[in-house]
């Protein structure tokens, strides 16, 4: 798989990153290519051991959830998904083209900040105000707005924030997995699943990239039983493949 | 004397009020000074824009109207006045003024559903800068964010329309919010 | 640039220029900025002169130049500017005075921070006062504003210290904007 340099730590939400990516690789938004970052991006989520608020967590989480159906679909041609799975995918595409022009427009007025300025008369012009007036200026009035404004001053407040949770990056997780499956010959997924939904997602995506590879092979009885890999050329008689 | 006036009359009198504030005006303030209507403003306003010398231009947002120097002399004018306080902004900022300058006005949730993040501190520092403001929607009941006369000022245009690629980068954007009002946002 | 500058080019200049000023120039002033003869300034202000539209007319008095408001406009831009409502400094105006004199010359976002608001139009407004001015910031290069000796006259004050609570006050104020230095803007 190939590697690719990911930059830590600067991006401005999922859409962010996931454009970066796909720009930095030259692609066009379309399902191969968020397929072909959904590696990357894993990595780069699970990297990311700086506190960041919990609202944003759970928005690098969602996008991640959209990817792996799109990476499980171009493993799995067969793969069945759902109206509602196929719209999420639609979306995210929407969403990273929408996201692109904006940056594109915000590119465009970067360029132009503060180059060509208007200027405004820089004093305001003297219209003699004929008669003399106090300007309703009381002192007490004065005292009673800063005294107002005084109380209302914020005080310094704390965002509330989690730490995202180290996912496993789908090569460390592969490497992982063929070393149990080879020293172990023959494995049940239900014997390595993990408690991690997310994580689980990644185990698995790994395990097709093996079957994929030619590692290991894989047998399922029936939709939802335990899965059943064994190392490819181990001499037990298989059928069917 | 208001009453009298023709549309060359009153053009000049926005003129000399544009002038002599030295900031931009509401329309309706405009409106009311000369006991004239909106429609009356504008239209003189026009007449106003076509007969400008071209040392000085004249900057509108729609609701707001101010006269400033041409982009063209900002270099001369430095050499007088020196350079205006002109704090950058940073990416989160421009994107924001991005989506407002080139789809139009917009509420926050669409703004982070836009942008895939929360820009609450972003919108913060526009607002508190003057470059953006804070309106009801036009015959809605929700609150949306539009870029100020202020901000134009520093873009150095006189209205939107005329930043660069408006029309395609609007045209494009269009295409998608028409999409998605139809759609619940599912992920934001 | 300016050394191919044509008669109407330097016109448009001028024009600008002035402007932008909001005072009287040297004709002097501008030969030297446009790097001109002061003929050829001479010369461009007739141009000037006869395109200017109605609601602005040129003022010379043979040394010194302005654009100033055409003396039959007097009523309507007084109207604008001499509204009682708007002579009122107003509660933004008052917050913006009781900052500058509890905490000593402030520059425009320590005050936009403090009040949680953009503060331009107060601060425009107290200027054109002459209640504030506008200087540099002792050693620094930042523009700060302060108190003018006419605003201590209104208040029959003759230093901010005889104001009332001043040190509970101003260290209050001190302790809040210390916080703003320490904070980096993350996202603009």
């Known amino acids: ?218 047998e399922q009885q029936m939709p939802f039983d335990d899965i059943l890999f064994e190392t490819e050329g181990v001499s037990t008689p298989r059928y069917g493949v | 004397m208001t009453e009298l006036m023709n549309q060359s009359e009153l053009s000049k009198h926005i003129e000399a009020l544009l002038f002599a504030t030295g900031e931009p005006v509401q329309l309706a303030r405009l409106a009311e000074i000369l006991s004239v209507r909106i429609e009356e403003v504008q239209a003189s306003l026009s007449l106003l824009s076509s007969h400008l010398n071209q040392g000085i231009i004249l900057v509108h947002n729609g609701t707001q109207v101010s006269l400033a120097t041409p982009p063209d002399t900002a270099e001369t004018v430095a050499k007088l006045l020196g350079d205006p306080e002109d704090r950058e902004v940073g990416q989160a900022g421009l994107e924001v003024l991005a989506i407002l300058l080139y789809q139009g006005p917009t509420s926050r949730s669409t703004i982070d559903y836009i942008r895939g993040v929360n820009s609450t501190s972003s919108i913060k520092t526009l607002l508190l800068r003057g470059l953006i403001e804070r309106v009801p929607e036009s015959g809605g009941r929700e609150m949306v964010y539009r870029p100020t006369i202020e901000l134009m000022y520093h873009l150095g245009t006189q209205e939107p329309e005329q930043l660069p690629d408006f029309t395609v980068l609007r045209d494009k954007l269009a295409a998608f919010s028409n999409r998605q009002e139809s759609v619940t946002p599912t992920s934001l």
Request: hydrophobic letters at 45%; proline letters at 5%; glycine letters at 4%.
């Open chain 1, 1 to 218: 798989m190939p590697e690719f340099m990911v930059r830590v730590g600067t991006f401005d939400g999922p859409l962010d990153l996931l454009l970066s990516l796909i720009e930095e690789r030259k692609l066009y938004i379309n399902e191969i290519s968020l397929g072909s970052v959904t590696d990357s991006y894993l990595t780069h989520i699970s990297s990311q051991e700086q506190v960041v608020p919990l609202g944003e967590t759970a928005q690098f989480v969602l996008v991640a959830a959209t990817l792996l159906l799109i990476k499980s679909r171009s493993l799995l041609p067969t793969l069945e998904i759902s109206p509602e799975e196929a719209g999420a995918i639609k979306e995210l595409e929407d969403r990273l083209r929408r996201y692109q022009l904006v940056k594109q427009g915000a590119r465009l007025l970067e360029r132009q900040w503060g180059t060509k300025p208007l200027r405004l008369p820089a004093r305001a012009r003297i219209v003699r105000i004929p008669v003399f007036t106090p300007y309703g200026i009381q002192l007490q009035a004065l005292v009673d707005s800063l005294r107002a404004l005084v109380t209302l001053l914020p005080t310094e407040s704390f965002r509330e924030t989690a730490t995202v949770t180290p996912l496993v990056s789908l090569e460390e997780m592969i490497d992982r997995l063929k070393h149990r499956v080879l020293s172990s010959v023959r494995l049940r997924f239900s014997e390595i699943k993990s408690s991690e939904r997310i994580e689980v997602i990644v185990q698995f995506l790994a395990l097709l990239e093996l079957v994929k590879g030619g590692f290991v092979v894989a």
